[in-house]
């Protein structure tokens, strides 16, 4: 029984992680697999498994999480253009309203006591 036992620094290497890492998982999801041996922590080989398969769960999430975004980021940008494109035609607009506005005869500025004065 001895043999299918790990102490926390060697699942720790085994792992590639740090002993405070598993010390932090071991009330949670290691709290099956602990064994306490004359008053040393110790974990079972099964433990590793638990751990490694829910690291390779983990990129399987973030790539979703990565598509939803690119799919948010390629929604924002057609938005963006749209946004653009009215940008566009609204200036075109202004610019035609500016040249009609100058083309138009100017107004001679009469006094108030003048309104009785034809121009």
Not at 50 to 73: D, F, G, M, Q, Y
């Given at each position: 029984?001895?043999?299918?036992?790990?102490?926390?620094?060697?699942?720790?290497?085994?792992?590639?992680?740090?002993?405070?890492?598993?010390?932090?998982?071991?009330?949670?999801?290691?709290?099956?697999?602990?064994?306490?041996v004359d008053g040393k922590k110790m974990l079972e080989v099964q433990a590793l498994e638990?751990?490694?398969?829910?690291?390779?769960?983990?990129?399987?999430?973030?790539?979703?999480?990565?598509?939803?975004?690119?799919?948010?980021?390629?929604?924002?940008?057609?938005?963006?253009?749209?946004?653009?494109?009215?940008?566009?035609?609204?200036?075109?607009?202004?610019?035609?309203?500016?040249?009609?506005?100058?083309?138009?005869?100017?107004?001679?500025?009469?006094?108030?006591?003048?309104?009785?004065?034809?121009?």
């Amino acid at each position: 029984m001895q043999n299918d036992l790990l102490t926390v620094a060697e699942f720790a290497k085994r792992l590639n992680i740090t002993v405070q890492s598993v010390y932090k998982q071991i009330n949670g999801k290691l709290k099956p697999f602990l064994v306490v041996v004359d008053g040393k922590k110790m974990l079972e080989v099964q433990a590793l498994e638990v751990i490694r398969e829910e690291k390779n769960a983990k990129p399987e999430s973030l790539n979703r999480l990565i598509n939803t975004l690119e799919r948010e980021n390629e929604r924002l940008n057609h938005q963006i253009e749209v946004k653009d494109r009215q940008i566009e035609i609204l200036m075109q607009q202004l610019s035609l309203y500016q040249a009609q506005q100058l083309a138009l005869p100017e107004k001679t500025e009469r006094k108030p006591w003048q309104f009785w004065k034809r121009s």
